[in-house]
T-cell receptor, first 114, second 112 residues
Framework: DQQVKQNSPSLSVQEGRISILNCDYT??????FLWYKKYPAEGPTFLIS?????DKNEDGRFTVFLNKSAKHLSLHIVPSQPGDSAVYFC?????????????FGKGTKLSVKP | DGGITQSPKYLFRKEGQNVTLSCEQN?????MYWYRQDPGQGLRLIYY???????QKGDIAEGYSVSREKKESFPLTVTSAQKNPTAFYLC???????????FGDGTRLSIL
């Protein structure tokens, strides 16, 4: 059973607009969440993270929101740029109890059109 | 430049053959990980190591083996027991187990 779900396999957005990528999780023990960006034939690149003591974390054009009661997080990219076109993976960890293993979603492919 | 180097970028395996994927990091990270990615899927953990000479199985360890003789190196062997080895393999490392993992550029393994 998938513990981290990204229900939208793809998303297309116009350049300059907002991109919103969503992620749901089922394990209530997860308390640390990360977003990675991946280009074809390359490894994922860490983008931004958030711990469960916060509901928002911002880094430049990237903001992650966490709704613990809904077990939902989202990544907002504003403004979207063509170079943001990639696959975005959501990942989660039981920060307090685990050995640091990440559980990944299946990814959402973002296409930003000029 | 500090980073994680995986080699080779492409690898082909014959039936019944073991192959070894290399992963080297110069980030002075203690923990290292191996993941497998299949088309349309997320990353699944094969093995991980938090310290030299110690490693643990991940979710899909069957048919794989690893060693951690040096801090910098965490090679993965895909054995003939792995019946469906065709995938993209990613190595990662982090300073401590509760830090973001940083990834290499992967090795794509195919069957001849």
């Amino acid at each position: 059973d998938q513990q981290v779900k990204q229900n939208s396999p793809s998303l297309s957005v116009q350049e300059g607009r907002i991109s919103i990528l969503n992620c749901d999780y089922t394990n209530s023990m997860f308390d640390y969440f990360l977003w990675y960006k991946k280009y074809p034939a390359e490894g994922p690149t860490f983008l931004i993270s958030i711990s469960s003591i916060k509901d928002k974390n911002e880094d430049g054009r990237f903001t992650v929101f966490l709704n613990k009661s809904a077990k939902h997080l989202s990544l907002h990219i504003v403004p979207s740029q063509p170079g943001d076109s990639a696959v975005y993976f959501c990942a989660a960890m039981d920060y307090g109890g685990s050995q640091g293993n990440l559980i990944f979603g299946k990814g959402t492919k973002l296409s930003v059109k000029p | 430049d500090g980073g994680i180097t995986q080699s080779p970028k492409y690898l082909f395996r014959k039936e019944g053959q073991n192959v070894t994927l290399s992963c080297e990091q110069n980030l002075n990270h203690d923990a290292m990980y191996w993941y497998r990615q299949d088309p349309g899927q997320g990353l699944r953990l094969i093995y991980y190591s938090q310290i030299v000479n110690d490693f643990q199985k991940g979710d899909i360890a069957e048919g794989y083996s690893v060693s951690r003789e040096k801090k910098e190196s965490f090679p993965l062997t895909v054995t003939s027991a792995q019946k469906n080895p065709t995938a993209f393999y990613l190595c990662a490392s982090n300073k401590g187990v509760k830090q973001p993992q940083h990834f290499g550029d992967g090795t794509r393994l195919s069957i001849l």
